[in-house]
């Protein structure tokens, strides 16, 4: 009984074993499961951070960061209706269209009454959120105190609600609120990764708002810079314009000694543009902004032709120039400005470090696996560089040494704008040197552009002239705001043979267009009224306007989009007069000034018709005085060129006739004659003529006859046309 | 405290008393005797079931726990042999206590309340423990420090210069060892 009870005792201690071992099993369990599901809302919570840090980093805009933190974190806690306030400027949380709804019908009553209201500080759950700059958490909108949108809430059956703000630094920038069925007692877990939320965030904001500082900070450097040019330009141009008038005044009245300090003038002048024009292709550069303008050409003439330009400064430091480049080098694709650019920049300054040397220059071509490449290399014997100066050869704004600058000018800055030509067409500029034995540079270009760069727009061919008074020299608007300006193109389109009529703004260069119907219009960009650009679209399109070709004449280097307006051509200031008159000339060539030159000798009167066709003149021909007065009676010409001695009506007679008629009374005449004139004779012609010329060389002739028959024009066109 | 030390007094009781020891105990303690590992447990029913163990055995509280630490440390040891495979003497091991020990136990049970010792180790001869715990269990630490010389088949010589359990606000372990002969 004894050994039975014992084993009653033990069955009975096991059994209490057994059972604590089960409990301590079952509490085990419990533990691990709660573990576990711990572990599953940490991985949720870093999956949804996750998301939002991604979203914080790819995302473009700030909106598209907020609209995936409102549907992840909706996801997350699977409430069905997130929202995203704004600060605005003035402090007030104001809605946004940026909304997560699960089901925008059902929620379209609250939605309405949030976006139509603001939210100050401390009012409404977003308030309190602006206010304590930390989530706040409402068990239940519809009962709250502080919640004017409760009703819209009953009405949409929302009940529970947390906000958090996002925050800059300390600043609440916006506050995103969501919004569940059901109430719900305050999650901290949930408001502890919200606040993370909140400040990633943030950060997208932080950033945005950086970037846009940075972005408009650029815009500003790079209107600053085109406001600089424009005003360091246009004081220069007028500097080179008006010393360049000077000079010919200088020379026509045989002041010598005034030339040559005028020369130094125009070319000081001419220096610190080219400086300017340095700094600012550099900024262009930088900016991205260069346009390359690419197309095929001849190498060898390219070359040549620069090579010739460099001629006179190699000979001033008594260099040799050598050019080796084959005649059949063929064609390459490449912007020949920038290549020349390039070129002249090596060469010269080549020669500048060179003296009594020698620099060559050899062009060749070699196939690589990158494609053909076209090599140009510019080697002299002079000064060289060490390996230190070679390394900053490239920088920006770094010569050499600075006392480069001191002793041999420049700005330092060629060879750098130079190599980021190249390397803007696909290749490079190199150097090898050594001091004391020289250097050689070489610049390596594909032959074929490789990079697709901004598109060429093709050059739309000019239109063709209007209809204008053929009896008249072709009429030019030209519209400046610039004084100085006006006064220097019409100085030298008069002299071109050009009547000229000027504007200082858009507006009033709009009008005169209408009114005058000029047979082309120069036409400056930078203007305080309307912009140059206005001013182009509005005469291409008004009917009344559209055919007049439009010649743009400014510092604003931007050609494809000028053609892309319509624009006839494009000059970059200063302008080369000589290119202009040229470019006026073929626009205008269908009305050229009317000359009638009246000579019996038929060698002078061939003669003076190429030349002064070649010059832009329409030339009428008579052997004598009486066809002469036939040819007026059909065209009146702007001007005559007469010779004295002829036979039937001679010179003199037909003067007489000239001054009788008052139509042609105001016609300059230019007498040419191989007579040696007579007191009497001068006094028969007495005053009513030009200039009296002597038949001599007969080169020289003809180039007095143009220069003086443009003097004369221009004399003309000051009187007849008033120049506003 | 852990379920994990019930369960290592629980084995070491039953291993050298018997069963009906540890029923015995957790009667006399009047404690439910259900233990997780996992799980979290009063203080106050480990010093009961300590009390009990004294009274049953005889023995000053102290020295049951000293003799709970000296007898326990083999099993982890068993359980967890690469923490002590690391090291060759006693010293190095116990420096690991705070950074790789008692940091693994809060890895396996989250919540465990390890103490963190402040050594000083001016001396190259002499270790000093510097422990300091609301459960004043500073004689655990000389059972588990005993246990652990002897794995590393190491003579020791360890004191408490200071005791809370004296009065003193902390206590010193003074620990030094040396390999034993033969």
């Known amino acids: 009984m004894e050994s039975l009870n014992d084993a009653d005792i033990q069955l009975a201690r096991l059994k209490k074993r057994l059972d604590r071992e089960q409990r301590a099993r079952a509490e085990s369990e419990a533990i691990a499961e709660k573990a576990l599901s711990e572990l599953y809302t940490k991985k949720k919570e870093i999956e949804l951070l996750q998301l939002i840090t991604v979203a914080a980093n790819e995302a473009s805009t700030v909106d598209d960061a907020m609209r995936t933190a409102l549907d992840g974190v909706c996801a997350h806690t699977r409430w069905p209706v997130g929202h995203v306030h704004l600060k605005d400027s003035a402090g007030v949380l104001v809605s946004t269209s940026l909304w997560h709804l699960d089901n925008s019908e059902r929620y379209k009553t609250f939605r309405k009454a949030t976006e139509a209201m603001t939210f100050v500080p401390s009012i409404g759950l977003p308030g309190r959120v602006l206010e304590e700059r930390k989530p706040a958490w409402i068990v239940d909108v519809t009962k709250d105190d502080n919640f004017p949108r409760s009703k819209a809430a009953q009405d949409t059956g929302l009940r529970a609600g947390f906000a958090f703000p996002v925050l800059v630094g300390e600043e609440v920038a916006a506050v995103m609120e969501f919004f569940s069925d059901e109430p719900a007692e305050p999650d901290d877990a949930v408001l502890t990764i919200m606040a993370h939320v909140g400040s990633q965030l943030g950060r997208v904001i932080e950033r945005r708002r950086a970037e846009d500082a940075l972005k408009l900070a650029s815009q500003h450097k790079s209107q600053f810079l085109a406001n600089m040019s424009h005003e360091l330009r246009t004081p220069l141009n007028a500097i080179i314009g008006i010393t360049e008038m000077l000079q010919e005044d200088a020379r026509d009245s045989d002041r010598g000694n005034e030339f040559e300090p005028l020369d130094r003038v125009v070319r000081a002048a001419r220096h610190l543009l080219a400086v300017i024009n340095d700094i600012l292709d550099l900024s262009k550069i930088e900016a991205g902004k260069m346009d390359l303008h690419v197309s095929s050409f001849e190498i060898a003439p390219v070359v040549q032709d620069v090579v010739n330009t460099v001629g006179t400064l190699a000979a001033k430091n008594q260099n040799s120039l050598k050019l080796e480049c084959p005649p059949d080098m063929g064609f390459m694709c490449a912007d020949q400005t920038r290549i020349r650019q390039a070129l002249l920049n090596l060469i010269s300054n080549a020669a500048k470090f060179t003296e009594n040397g020698t620099v060559t220059i050899s062009v060749s071509r070699t196939i690589a696996e990158t494609g053909e490449w076209v090599v140009i290399s510019v080697s002299d014997t002079g000064i060289g560089l060490t390996a230190e100066q070679k390394g900053r050869l490239f920088q920006d704004f770094v010569q050499a040494d600075a006392s480069t600058t001191r002793r041999y000018g420049g700005t330092g800055l060629g060879l750098a704008i130079s190599r980021r030509f190249c390397q803007m067409m696909g290749g490079d500029i190199t150097v090898e040197s050594e001091p004391g034995r020289g250097s050689t540079f070489t610049i390596r270009l594909p032959a074929q552009e490789t990079q697709s760069q901004a598109p060429v727009l093709p050059k739309s061919s000019p239109p063709t002239l209007r209809s204008t008074d053929s009896q008249r020299a072709p009429l030019i608007l030209v519209i400046d705001d610039d004084d100085a300006v006006r006064k220097v193109t019409t100085h030298f389109l008069t002299r071109e043979g050009f009547a000229v009529t000027t504007a200082s703004g858009g507006r009033e260069g709009l009008r005169l267009a209408r009114e005058l119907q000029p047979a082309a219009i120069t036409l400056d960009i930078m203007m305080p009224d309307l912009d140059g650009w206005t001013v182009l679209a509005a005469i291409k399109g008004d009917p009344a306007t559209a055919g007049i070709p439009v010649v743009l004449m400014t510092i604003v280097d931007e050609k494809n989009r000028g053609y892309s307006l319509g624009a006839a051509d494009y000059m970059v200031k200063p302008v080369d007069w000589s290119g202009l008159s040229g470019v006026l000339r073929s626009i205008c060539k269908s009305a050229g000034r009317g000359v009638l030159v009246v000579d019996d000798d038929d060698a002078i009167r061939s003669g003076l018709r190429r030349a002064l066709h070649e010059g832009g003149w329409q030339v009428a021909e008579a052997e004598n005085g009486r066809v002469a007065l036939a040819r007026l009676a059909e065209a009146q010409p702007d001007v005559i060129v007469l010779d004295l001695m002829m036979p039937e009506m001679d010179g003199f007679e037909l003067l007489d006739a000239l001054r009788s008629n008052r139509a042609w009374r105001e016609i300059p005449v230019l007498v040419l004659t191989a007579k040696d004139l007579t007191d009497d004779d001068r006094a028969r012609l007495n005053g009513g003529i030009e200039r009296i010329l002597q038949k001599r060389d007969r080169q020289e002739l003809l180039s007095e006859v143009l220069d003086v028959l443009d003097r004369c024009i221009e004399r003309r066109r000051g009187e007849s046309i008033a120049v506003p | ?182």
């Open chain 2, 1 to 182: 405290m852990k379920g994990v030390v019930f369960n290592l007094l629980e084995a070491v009781v039953r291993r050298d008393y018997g069963d009906d020891t540890w029923e015995a105990l957790l009667e006399a303690a009047n404690t439910d005797g259900a233990y997780s590992s996992l799980g979290n447990y009063p203080d106050e029913e480990m010093m009961k079931l300590v009390g009990a163990a004294s009274s049953a055995l005889k023995m000053p509280a102290d020295d049951v726990v000293r003799w709970f630490g000296r007898n326990a440390l083999p099993l982890l040891a068993n359980k967890h042999p690469h923490f002590f495979a690391a090291h060759k003497s006693t010293r190095p091991f116990l420096l690991t206590l705070n950074d790789v020990i008692h940091s693994e136990v809060r890895k396996l049970y989250p919540g465990a309340d390890v103490p963190v010792f402040s050594y000083d180790t001016s001396s190259s001869e002499v270790l000093l423990m510097h422990y300091k715990s609301p459960r004043k269990l500073c004689a655990l630490a000389e059972g588990f420090i005993e246990a652990t010389a002897a794995y590393y088949a190491e003579e020791l010589s360890l004191d408490q210069p200071e005791c809370m359990n004296r009065g003193d606000d902390k206590c010193v372990l003074r620990v030094s060892v040396k390999k034993a002969r033969g």
